[in-house]
């Protein structure tokens, strides 16, 4: 509560002030020091504390620009509580725009992490000891990897009543149920009792205006909701809810044409795409084995057979 003692990586964070730390990784290899800055906003008022991270994948740029925004729009400074911003917490991956961590790991995939372990392992380490015991409620920005470009989208436990509640607020195009995957940094913080959204959308190195708006507006969406800024809710209809979902692979290598709109409703046997070769001699096409929205697609000029091209939900 922002009436007693904030300390946040050994630090007390004065109220009504902005405060930036560096929250130290490692050292380069030139030994040039690796800082991940932390933007704090607390305010005068006691409130929940909220963090909105990015970047956790280096490439995963729209999330970046999500937070700047956010941060350009004075919405991180709030009325009541605290709102912590880290716009690029892969700092590592963001400076050569890749995925992973440079010992080659997926960042995503390493928490709690170790005092010990590899560098990504203790970067996790590091966070779940330092920084996830002092939120209430963490956004979690991502796109898809690579090609993959995702539909706006809130993903959640559908057990989870107070995320699924946030979820709805967000007001997103879509909110798809995903259970956690071991060793994420969702899974930890939602056995930490924290209340986590992952929001997904685009894809990796790109900052698409629509998904940075979808993000912008959602968030701020959930900072009035949970009290700490004033404004009203924009709400643009009912999300399409997710509950199941499969992957559409290629069944041949080739060029690849998309036919389809990313978040639309498909009827079964619609053509989705078309594979062809480069010589104009052959041309297979992609039918939607069921009905169901299509959310996310993957963009690649080329595919490999067994390739993941569409992912699509499967109506009941």
């Known amino acids: 509560?922002?009436?007693?003692?904030?300390?946040?990586?050994?630090?007390?964070?004065?109220?009504?002030?902005?405060?930036?730390?560096?929250?130290?990784?490692?050292?380069?290899?030139?030994?040039?020091?690796?800082?991940?800055?932390?933007?704090?906003?607390?305010?005068?008022?006691?409130?929940?504390?909220?963090?909105?991270?990015?970047?956790?994948?280096?490439?995963?740029?729209?999330?970046?620009?999500?937070?700047?925004?956010?941060?350009?729009?004075?919405?991180?400074?709030?009325?009541?509580?605290?709102?912590?911003?880290?716009?690029?917490?892969?700092?590592?991956?963001?400076?050569?725009?890749?995925?992973?961590?440079?010992?080659?790991?997926?960042?995503?995939?390493?928490?709690?992490?170790?005092?010990?372990?590899?560098?990504?392992?203790?970067?996790?380490?590091?966070?779940?000891?330092?920084?996830?015991?002092?939120?209430?409620?963490?956004?979690?920005?991502?796109?898809?990897?690579?090609?993959?470009?995702?539909?706006?989208?809130?993903?959640?436990?559908?057990?989870?009543?107070?995320?699924?509640?946030?979820?709805?607020?967000?007001?997103?195009?879509?909110?798809?149920?995903?259970?956690?995957?071991?060793?994420?940094?969702?899974?930890t913080l939602d056995k930490m009792g924290k209340t986590v959204l992952l929001f997904e959308g685009g894809k990796s190195k790109e900052l698409n205006p629509t998904i940075i708006n979808e993000g912008v507006n959602g968030t701020r969406n959930v900072l009035i909701r949970l009290g700490l800024i004033e404004g009203k809710l924009t709400v643009r209809g009912t999300p399409v809810y997710i509950n199941k979902a499969k992957w559409l692979r290629a069944s041949d290598s080739g060029m690849f044409k998309i036919m389809v709109k990313n978040g639309s409703f498909i009827k079964k046997k619609e053509v989705l795409g078309i594979i062809q070769d480069p010589f104009g001699e052959f041309k297979k096409k992609i039918y939607a084995p069921f009905n169901g929205f299509i959310f996310c697609i993957n963009k690649t000029p080329i595919v490999n057979k067994g390739d993941a091209l569409f992912h699509m939900s499967m109506e009941e």
Do not use: W
Not at 74 to 81: A, C, R, V
Not at 127 to 154: C, M, S, W
């Open 1 to 187: 509560m922002s009436n007693k003692p904030f300390i946040f990586l050994g630090k007390e964070i004065p109220a009504g002030k902005r405060t930036v730390l560096d929250l130290k990784v490692a050292k380069l290899h030139t030994r040039t020091t690796v800082n991940v800055p932390i933007i704090i906003e607390r305010s005068n008022n006691p409130g929940p504390v909220v963090l909105l991270l990015a970047g956790i994948h280096g490439d995963e740029t729209n999330g970046v620009g999500i937070i700047r925004e956010i941060i350009n729009l004075k919405l991180n400074i709030p009325k009541n509580g605290t709102i912590i911003c880290i716009p690029v917490f892969n700092i590592f991956g963001y400076l050569i725009q890749t995925r992973e961590f440079p010992d080659g790991r997926d960042l995503n995939r390493m928490f709690p992490g170790t005092i010990n372990g590899s560098l990504a392992s203790q970067f996790a380490y590091q966070f779940t000891k330092e920084i996830a015991p002092l939120v209430d409620y963490v956004i979690d920005f991502h796109t898809g990897g690579g090609e993959r470009d995702n539909i706006a989208q809130i993903r959640c436990n559908e057990d989870d009543e107070k995320a699924l509640e946030l979820a709805k607020v967000f007001n997103p195009p879509m909110i798809v149920f995903s259970n956690n995957i071991s060793k994420s940094l969702r899974d």
